[in-house]
């Protein structure tokens, strides 16, 4: 069964603290990686697919990385803003139509 | 902004009701995708429709049901309603270039079944 787990469940930072999320995931297919960002009472916000094992990808103080099992994102030097809960999702070629598969998120809290 | 909307943004029902819930996707995103997500947990894939076919479909009943429509819109229906599918409802719409995907959320309507 595929399947996503995401760890840890809540990380609480100081402001400029680095830190990693984890997603591992058991697939039979990888099609994809998702990694999506969730402010309370709000849709995912997108933001990096993943697609081959050592593919990375940047977006401000934000670092995605892939390998065959696992899926790590890396925030630096993070700000207040970036507190959410960080969601990854796999997207598989034996599923139904181009579901996602979603692990339960990683709820982020960055004090000043 | 993903330009992806849905209505209405909050709704509540009793038990045994029916319920319709609407998205509107992107212009030229042939896919909606149909996600039901329950406090503290991730989004649950119920269905996906693509040019207004039913394209897969998750572990959910018959009662949820859905439809696509030729203007980009669709629509989610629930009928006998259950305490437990109080939940945030979320569409994402895509489209299929090359193989790849990516899935643009709206904000999603909060149900409350009572």
């Known amino acids: 069964e595929d399947q996503v787990t995401q760890s840890p469940e809540a990380l609480r930072l100081q402001e400029g603290e680095s830190s990693s999320l984890n997603c591992s995931y058991t697939?039979?297919?990888?099609?994809?990686l998702f990694w999506y960002r969730q402010d309370p009472g709000k849709g995912p916000e997108f933001l990096f697919t993943l697609y081959s094992a050592g593919e990375e990808k940047e977006k401000e103080r934000l670092k995605a990385t892939l390998t065959k099992k696992e899926s790590f994102l890396h925030i630096t030097a993070p700000k207040p803003e970036d507190s959410a809960t960080y969601l990854c999702a796999v997207q598989a070629y034996n599923q139904a139509g181009t579901a996602l598969i979603f692990g339960k998120g990683t709820t982020l809290s960055v004090s000043s | 902004e993903t330009g992806v909307t849905q209505s209405p943004t909050h709704l509540i029902k009793t038990r045994g009701q029916q319920v319709t819930l609407r998205c509107s996707s992107q212009s030229g995103h042939n896919t909606v995708s149909w996600y039901q997500q329950a406090l503290g947990q991730g989004p649950q894939f119920i269905f996906q429709?693509?040019?207004?076919?039913?394209?897969g479909r998750g572990n959910f009943p018959p009662r949820f049901s859905g439809l696509q429509f030729p203007n980009y819109s669709s629509e989610l229906n629930v009928n006998a309603l259950e305490l437990d599918d109080s939940a945030l409802y979320l569409c994402?719409?895509?489209?299929?270039?090359?193989?790849?995907?990516?899935?643009?959320f709206g904000p999603g309507t909060r149900l409350l079944v009572l």
């Open positions: 697939v039979s297919g990888l099609r994809g």
């Open positions: 994402a719409s895509s489209i299929q270039r090359g193989g790849q995907e990516t899935q643009y």
């Open positions: 429709y693509y040019r207004e076919e039913e394209n």
